[in-house]
């Protein structure tokens, strides 16, 4: 019987996972059939996630980690798979805005941006392709790294340099990851959202001017939703994606082809 997103039996690591996207993601993942590790920063919202994740009845663990310092990102990989035994998806979904006039910026600003959104999705998969390389040599050649970017990372967004500017290189970097772990039986590919009602994107949402001049711009007249990431999930982690890599899809209602 052709059962291709039945991920029973997988595991499913999400940073940020205790909300927005992170959170609609795993939902989906864990509804779906896999066991699934929650890292995020504030330990309320992990301990939530893990509460309204094990409705599902799956293994749920949720560790506080900051991914923009390299050692908390080795050490919850290394306790991911001491917990769980393996790590089958990896979803790179944490990140931070940090929006300024370019001329304005400040390198502090520039830096702490990228930190967490380049500098903490190159960490985590590292840490993440070294764990499945060493199963592929051992005859278990399966993985799935994801990172979630922006379509700010593909189109001009004003004063959001320093936040293009990292989801781009994440973008560029899964393409490069996708060409050279595919001997592994790892796939990497990226996500784009458009404009989606999560907290980062608060301020937008209350803006009547927003409200009034971007959101009907998008074709299917509507903010984006974290379950709106459910989907992609399932299907990225899932034996159905096995020889689908190298790909960004750009989720946004239609916003980028207007």
């Known amino acids: 019987?052709?059962?291709p997103f039945d991920l029973t039996g997988k595991v499913a690591l999400v940073t940020g996972g205790n909300g927005g996207i992170g959170l609609g993601m795993a939902d989906a993942m864990?509804?779906?059939?896999?066991?699934?590790?929650?890292?995020?920063?504030?330990?309320?919202?992990?301990?939530?996630?893990?509460?309204?994740?094990?409705?599902?009845?799956?293994?749920?663990?949720?560790?506080?980690?900051?991914?923009?310092?390299?050692?908390e990102v080795i050490d919850g990989m290394k306790a991911a798979v001491a917990e769980m035994g393996r790590l089958d998806c990896i979803v790179a979904n944490a990140g931070i805005g940090g929006g300024a006039p370019f001329q304005d910026m400040t390198t502090e600003l520039f830096h702490r941006v990228h930190a967490v959104n380049e500098d903490g999705v190159f960490w985590t998969f590292r840490e993440a392709a070294k764990h499945m390389i060493d199963?592929?040599?051992?005859?278990?050649?399966?993985?799935?790294?994801?990172?979630?970017?922006?379509?700010?990372?593909?189109?001009?967004?004003?004063?959001?340099?320093?936040?293009?500017?990292s989801k781009g290189a994440v973008m560029s970097m899964a393409r490069a990851l996708a060409v050279e772990l595919a001997r592994y039986g790892v796939r990497v590919n990226s996500?784009?959202?458009?404009?989606?009602?999560?907290?980062?994107?608060?301020?937008?949402?209350?803006?009547?001017?927003?409200?009034?001049?971007?959101?009907?711009?998008?074709?299917?007249r509507r903010w984006g939703q974290p379950e709106d990431f459910g989907g992609i999930a399932v299907y990225l982690a899932s034996d159905a994606s096995s020889y689908h890599t190298?790909?960004?899809?750009?989720?946004?209602?239609?916003?980028?082809?207007?």
């Open 191 to 220: 996500i784009a959202p458009g404009w989606i009602a999560t907290d980062m994107t608060a301020g937008a949402q209350s803006s009547p001017v927003f409200a009034e001049k971007v959101i009907p711009r998008v074709p299917a």
């Open 246 to 258: 190298g790909e960004t899809f750009i989720i946004d209602g239609g916003y980028t082809k207007f």
């Open 135 to 165: 199963r592929a040599k051992s005859g278990d050649a399966n993985g799935s790294l994801v990172v979630v970017a922006s379509t700010a990372g593909i189109e001009g967004a004003a004063r959001n340099a320093a936040y293009g500017a």
């Open 1 to 3: 019987m052709y059962k």
């Open 30 to 71: 864990a509804q779906s059939g896999a066991d699934i590790v929650i890292w995020g920063t504030n330990e309320a919202k992990n301990d939530a996630s893990v509460k309204s994740l094990r409705a599902h009845g799956k293994r749920v663990s949720a560790r506080k980690v900051n991914i923009a310092e390299e050692q």
